[in-house]
Antibody, heavy 121, light 112 residues
Framework: EVQVLESGGGLVQPGGSLRLSCGAS????????MSWVRQAPGMGLEWVSG????????YYADSVKGRFTISRDNSKDTLYLQMNSLRAEDTAVYYC??????????????WGQGTMVTVSS | DIVMTQTPLSLSVTPGQPASISCKSS???????????LYWYLQKTGQPPQLLIY???NRFSGVPDRFSGSGSGTDFTLKISRVEPEDVGVYYC?????????FGGGTKVEIK
């Protein structure tokens, strides 16, 4: 079965750091670009970051650029999101999503169930 | 960034009746490769979004043919020919002509 599964969410204080992971199975991981998309409580969807299949190209929303780092380990079929200098407004469910493209960020056909990140003192 | 504006915010539909959602972008979504990078998703309560339509009018695998997408440039529409109870949820349009996708605010579809 094709699936992705996020982990690593939790409660963190403002200014703190958290690393999210997303394990993939059922497909050739390095053939697919991947993204993180978040959803604040009761709000809409916000794309956060994307990475090409090889990992050589990365993309960020302005709201997280300079604070978040996306990476992947194709030998482990795993996607990561390192989140630093967290703010209250980063509180959201973070979804890992598979892209229909190998190279660029286009659209997302497989989504995980999400992991909740709460930034609060 | 490209701003995506959806209308209406919510829609209450009788089963078997049609529904239509509009999505307008602040810039043309037609790319130099001839493709238009406009997508539609449905998020059911408590679930992640699911891809319905890609590149304006192409139904994704497994999507019922009562769903159809149309439009060009900056104006797009998602139509449900006959709404079923399982179609309830929030519908989002999304652009990815720029390598930083943006979503519309969402349209909540309910059953009367």
């Amino acid at each position: 079965e094709v699936q992705v599964l996020e982990s690593g969410g939790g409660l963190v204080q403002p200014g703190g750091s958290l690393r999210l992971s997303c394990g993939a199975s059922g497909f050739t991981f390095n053939n697919c670009a991947m993204s993180w998309v978040r959803q604040a409580p009761g709000m809409g969807l916000e794309w956060v970051s994307g990475i090409s299949g090889s990992g050589s190209s990365t993309y960020y929303a302005d709201s997280v650029k300079g604070r978040f780092t996306i990476s992947r380990d194709n030998s482990k079929d795993t996607l990561y999101l390192q989140m630093n200098s967290l703010r209250a407004e980063d509180t959201a469910v973070y979804y890992c999503a598979r892209d229909i493209s190998m190279i660029v960020v286009r659209a997302f056909d497989i989504w995980g169930q999400g992991t909740m990140v709460t930034v609060s003192s | 960034d490209i701003v995506m504006t959806q209308t209406p915010l919510s829609l209450s539909v009788t089963p078997g009746q049609p529904a239509s959602i509009s999505c307008k972008s602040s810039q043309s979504l037609l790319y130099s490769d001839g493709k238009t990078y406009l997508y539609w998703y449905l998020q059911k309560t408590g679930q992640p979004p699911q891809l319905l339509i890609y590149e304006v009018s192409n139904r994704f695998s497994g999507v019922p043919d009562r769903f159809s997408g149309s439009g060009s440039g900056t104006d797009f529409t998602l139509k449900i020919s006959r709404v079923e109870p399982e179609d309830v949820g929030v519908y989002y349009c999304m652009q990815s002509i720029q390598l930083r996708p943006t979503f519309g605010g969402g349209t909540k579809v309910e059953i009367k």
